[in-house]
């Protein structure tokens, strides 16, 4: 099994910052997959930044320059620093690593972007 705590969130105005982190625990095997994923409301779950184990990093085009996603194998985290950020933005935020075909998923944290 493998656990995801999130930290990080909140409200921010428009055109702030946030930072969100997330650190994972438990069965954790190398070639794994960290990001992070979002669900505003009335709206399907979205995947917002993906890193893989070796750093490769992929964005939803709408965050592309705005969010950056990093990790530390190490310790097993992995975080999201969003800028300019913008009332669309807003949703509940979740962590999740895949690995040998499973998904973990954290219980998500709510950021609101004020206009």
């Known amino acids: 099994q493998v656990q995801l705590v999130e930290s990080g969130g909140g409200l921010a105005q428009a055109g702030g910052s946030l930072r969100l982190s997330c650190a994972a625990s438990?069965?954790?095997?190398?070639?794994?997959?960290m990001g992070w994923y979002r669900q505003a409301p009335g709206k399907q779950r979205e995947s917002v930044a993906l890193?893989?184990?070796?750093?490769?990093?992929n964005y939803l085009d709408s965050v592309k320059g705005r969010f950056t996603i990093s990790r530390d194998n190490a310790k097993n985290t992995v975080s999201l620093q969003m800028d300019t950020l913008k009332p669309e933005d807003t949703a509940v935020y979740s962590c999740?690593?895949?690995?040998?075909?499973?998904?973990?998923w954290g219980k998500g944290t709510l950021v609101t972007v004020s206009s």
């Open positions: 890193i893989s184990s070796s750093g490769i990093a």
């Open positions: 999740s690593l895949f690995q040998r075909g499973v998904y973990y």
């Open positions: 438990g069965n954790i095997f190398s070639g794994n997959v």
